[in-house]
């Protein structure tokens, strides 16, 4: 069967922070307390019940380049920067030992034009975590608010500028400690170009307001991003929490999990009334998968049906599947399922991903995932091209960027 396949607009992809985007940025009375890479031997001590805990170690094991940041010591482990290797055996390494393409934007340039990706989302890698929680842990919210601002900056004016304009699209972190503060940054980074955010799946894990919060703690944030058309993105494990069975369950149990973060996340979002309140918010599932979607959107709009007295907690004015079409994407990188059970799910609200630089991506060869897919799943070519790219520039409102939908 021939298949028409474009070029990929990949919704999911990292960028390995520079080692001076903190010192050289941040005022100078916070320089010396601002994230900075040390390297120091570490070794692995556990990795299991999704937590990987690492010590200093003299032993002769690897020399790792490791961030600081108050009381944080994350070193860089090869899984950060794996692309296209399989079986790997996790370590601690330094920023030599990754690839160019991983942390320096005209080798990501060449590296995407290689992978047939014309464009590329770009979510925080290391030492903020996936939504910036390290400054939400921070003692000095003057300086989490410092960091925050450095990275937003880096990200806008030189990350996803110059020969990255339009082709690296910037995810914005905002300080989560404060709504208002949080509404003020997005406003400001949405004024240099950027348009997306990344947010918790679940805020509580972090100590904060659910989105549930009777006092509304978040919608200073929902409203701001409704207004400018920012979406709110949710990446996996963006809530520092990774789901397992025991304490003692493989690795690989927490990485089978990984979807569970966002069943959970939709479900609050369904039946929080947020979406009621805020019609122009979009939300987008970073590595979310689609597959379980179609069971989750019939049960939920089952218990609304039978639950309308509101006896249950639920006082949405629209079953829950009405708040999917334009709003609520998911990103997948390898589901067939999901794609099976396309028409359950809403064939528009379907991203593909690369996953660049980490373990998990389709590099350098995902335009044979994506053809493979698309075949295995009778995708036509009208449905290739919204999955590829056309969906893409819908939810990030990629027009702002000259791509054509």
Not at 179 to 194: D, M, N, T, V
Not at 218 to 229: G, M, Q, R, S, Y
Request: one cysteine or more; a negative charge.
């Amino acid at each position: 069967m021939e298949i028409n396949l474009p070029n990929i607009i990949s919704v999911d992809d990292h960028v390995v922070e520079p080692p001076d985007l903190w010192t050289s940025r941040v005022p100078r009375k916070h320089k010396e307390n601002a994230p900075r890479l040390e390297r120091h031997r570490m070794s692995l001590d556990v990795l299991a019940g999704g937590v990987m805990k690492w010590r200093d170690a003299s032993d002769g094991t690897n020399w790792a380049d490791v961030w600081t940041f108050e009381d944080v010591r994350m070193p860089l482990t090869n899984t950060y920067a794996a692309a296209g290797i399989r079986g790997l055996e996790v370590q601690a390494v330094t920023l030599d030992d990754y690839p160019r393409a991983s942390w320096i934007q005209a080798d990501r340039l060449k590296a995407m034009d290689l992978n047939g990706v014309d464009a590329s989302v770009c979510f925080p890698n290391t030492i903020p975590r996936f939504c910036g929680q390290t400054f939400l842990e921070g003692k000095d919210k003057e300086l989490g608010l410092e960091c925050v601002r450095a990275y937003n900056d880096w990200i806008t004016d030189e990350w996803c500028a110059g020969a990255g304009t339009g082709r690296l699209i910037p995810v914005t972190i905002i300080p989560l400690w404060s709504p208002e503060l949080a509404a003020a940054e997005i406003r400001r980074c949405a004024g240099k170009g950027s348009f997306a955010i990344t947010f918790p799946e679940n805020p509580v894990p972090l100590g904060l307001p659910s989105v549930h919060d009777t006092n509304r703690f978040w919608d200073p944030v929902f409203a701001t991003c409704a207004e400018l058309d920012v979406v709110v993105c949710m990446h996996i494990g963006s809530s520092s929490k990774l789901p397992t069975t025991s304490p003692d369950a493989p690795w690989i149990i927490t990485s089978l999990l990984m979807f569970e973060n966002s069943v959970g996340s939709l479900c609050d979002f369904l039946f929080s009334g947020v979406l009621d309140r805020f019609p122009g918010l979009k939300l987008a599932y970073a590595e979310g998968q689609a597959g379980w979607m179609p069971y989750v959107l019939e049960r939920a709009d089952k218990f609304w049906h039978e639950r309308a007295n509101n006896a249950f907690g639920s006082s949405l004015a629209n079953p829950p599947s009405t708040y999917m079409a334009g709003r609520i994407y998911s990103c997948i990188f390898d589901d067939l399922t999901g794609l099976y059970n396309r028409e359950s799910i809403g064939m528009s609200q379907l991203c593909f991903e690369v996953d660049y630089p980490h373990v998990d991506s389709t590099f350098p060869h995902s335009k044979t995932v994506l053809r493979d897919l698309a075949l295995q799943a009778g995708l036509n070519d009208s449905e290739v091209y919204q999955f590829a790219r056309g969906n893409a520039v819908q939810a990030f409102g990629l027009g702002r960027f000259g791509w054509d939908s």
